[in-house]
C-alpha cells in the first residue's frame, strides 16, 4: 500500500477545495470585501499572493471562521462543512487538530 500517493492525492484535493473556496469569496462582493480587509490584500495584489504557499490555507481559515460562508460554499460545493475543515487540516499551518 502507498500511503505517500494516498496523501499527494488527498492534498491535491484539499488544495482544490481551497481554490474554489477562493473563487467563492471572489464571485460575492460581501465575502470579498471581508477577505481583502482582514488579509489586508487589494485586488491588485490577490495573484501574487496567491503563488505564496500560504495563501490556500488562508482562504480556508477566512471561510471556516465565517459560519454563513462556509454552510453556503460547502453547499455550493455539495458537501458537508465537515469536508472543508478536513481539507484544511491536510494543508500546511493547521492551527488546531480536528482529531482530538
Known amino acids: 500500500m502507498n500511503t505517500g500517493k494516498s496523501r499527494d492525492q488527498s492534498r491535491d484535493a484539499a488544495e482544490d477545495i481551497a481554490a474554489q473556496a477562493l473563487g467563492f469569496i471572489a464571485g460575492d462582493p460581501t465575502p470579498l470585501g471581508r477577505f ?3 488579509s489586508g490584500l487589494g485586488p491588485e495584489n490577490i495573484r501574487r499572493a496567491a503563488a505564496d504557499p500560504a495563501f490556500l490555507p488562508a482562504v ?6 465565517h459560519e454563513q460562508d462556509l454552510i453556503a460554499f460547502a453547499g455550493e460545493l455539495g ?3 465537515r469536508h472543508v475543515t478536513a481539507a484544511r487540516q491536510l494543508l ?9
Do not use: C, R, W
Not at 480556508?60 to 471562521?65: E, G, V, Y
Open 92 to 100: 500546511p499551518g493547521a492551527s488546531f487538530d480536528a482529531s482530538t
Open 79 to 81: 458537501i458537508e462543512p
Open 60 to 65: 480556508l481559515d477566512f471561510i471556516l471562521a
Open 36 to 38: 481583502l480587509a482582514e
